[in-house]
């Protein structure tokens, strides 16, 4: 170590920022370098330079005049870049499996409106008798005596009605349809329920 490098490190420990500056412009262009190789950003590299030389300074006081400093700061260097470079991992591989929740959910929002939209539509090509019925019933939540009141009808004709109403839906959705939007929370998942049960 000449002896230019033992003064411009005592008097960093001293607080010197004309003897920083110095040290700064020595070895900033060549920790670019190595950030720039390690990390093939400018901006990340930088960033890396400031990084090292904030921490030189920090902690300035721990410096030691009879050791070299670039050592020091290379190894500094190559650590921050390697933390940057597993957290990069880290947050590719989260971002990864967020972009495959997203995609993933939006496929299922899809089918189940998809099936949902079929099951309407199944719905309203049931005979009037039998969908009025099956609404109340299972959309409503009225019992066959208040549907029986409802639509005129007996309390035995209103269990025929819905139970001939299910029997249409069960044909029009096959059975993994209808068993999927039983997993969705759906306001039709009630219905779909007593298809299969």
Excluded at 39 to 62: G, I, K, P, Y
Aim: glycine share 2%; net charge neutral; charged share 25%.
């Amino acid at each position: 170590m000449t002896t230019n490098l033992k003064g411009i490190l005592l008097r960093i420990k001293q607080g010197d920022r004309l003897a920083f500056r110095s040290l700064y412009d020595t070895y900033a262009p060549s920790l670019f370098d190595l950030g720039f190789k390690l990390l093939q950003d400018t901006a990340a590299a930088e960033e890396l330079v400031q990084d090292c030389f904030v921490r030189v300074w920090a902690n300035r006081l721990d410096l030691r005049e009879d050791q070299e400093i670039w050592p020091l700061i290379y190894v500094m260097a190559k650590r921050l870049c390697f933390n940057q470079l597993r957290h990069a991992r880290v947050a590719r591989k989260y971002l990864v499996q967020i972009e495959h929740e997203l995609v993933n959910d939006v496929e299922q929002r899809l089918d189940i409106r998809e099936l949902e939209s079929h099951l309407e539509h199944s719905i309203e090509n049931l005979p009037d008798q039998q969908k009025r019925a099956l609404r109340l019933s299972r959309l409503e939540g009225y019992s066959h005596q208040q549907i029986a009141v409802e639509m005129g009808i007996s309390p035995n004709t209103v269990k025929n009605h819905i139970t001939q109403a299910l029997k249409n839906l069960r044909k029009t959705l096959p059975q993994a349809d209808y068993n999927y939007l039983i997993t969705c929370s759906l306001p039709m998942a009630a219905l779909v329920e007593y298809l299969v049960h």
